[in-house]
T-cell receptor, first 112, second 114 residues
């Protein structure tokens, strides 16, 4: 049973546009929601993370929006750049465990 | 963020041989490390949780006798793939557990079994 559903699977955005990736979770005990960025042949890098006590967190061009009642959270990349082209994974964790449950990933391509 | 290293970054071996992958936490002590494998264009699949000084906890379907994990110090965990076969070819990634459930990932090790 997949506990974190991520969409879309792939996304093409023009340079300067907004990239939006969505995730939904099932386990209401999750209390930590990170996003990771992965380039080909590299390990994932923590991009930004949020906890349920806030509805939005912004770091530079990256914003997480969190909707606790809907059990959804999303990543917004403003002013998308070709260098942002990578695979993005959402994850959920906490719930008394140190483990993270990952979404299936979104391959983002930012075209000039 | 925390720095995690892995060695080697890539390895090619013959079927039936064993391969050891090291994961080091460079700037803080990690009592808990995680091992993942990732097939091309797929998500990360947790294989096991490595706890310093105790036995690793394996996820369902992961053969503990095939994927040996040792976490002998607070900065080093090793994954040994024993009697490797072509189907074990994958990208193996470790991570360390940081403050407040944060996980920092290593750069990964590409294993190719011929």
């Amino acid at each position: 049973q997949q506990q974190v559903k991520q969409s879309p699977q792939s996304l093409i955005v023009q340079k300067g546009g907004i990239s939006i990736i969505n995730c939904a979770y099932e386990n209401t005990a999750f209390d930590y929601f990170p996003w990771y960025q992965q380039f080909p042949g590299k390990g994932p890098a923590l991009l930004i993370a949020i906890r349920p006590d806030v509805s939005e967190k912004k770091e530079g061009r990256f914003t997480i929006s969190f909707n606790k009642s809907a059990k959804q959270f999303s990543l917004h990349i403003m002013d998308s750049q070709p260098g942002d082209s990578a695979t993005y994974f959402c994850a959920a964790g906490g719930a008394g465990s140190y483990q993270l449950t990952f979404g299936k990933g979104t391959k983002l391509s930012v075209i000039p | 963020g925390a720095v995690v290293s892995q060695h080697p970054s890539w390895v090619i071996c013959k079927s039936g041989t064993s391969v050891k992958i090291e994961c080091r936490s460079l700037d803080f002590q990690a009592t808990t490390m995680f091992w993942y494998r990732q097939f091309p264009k797929q998500s990360l699949m947790l294989m096991a949780t490595s706890n310093e000084g105790s036995k690793a906890t394996y996820e369902q379907g992961v053969e503990k006798d095939k994927f040996l994990i040792n976490h002998a110090s607070l900065t080093l965990s090793t994954l040994t793939v024993t009697s490797a076969h072509p189907e074990d070819s994958s990208f193996y990634i470790c991570s360390t557990r940081g403050p407040r459930d944060t996980q920092y990932f290593g750069p990964g090790t590409r294993l190719t079994v011929l």
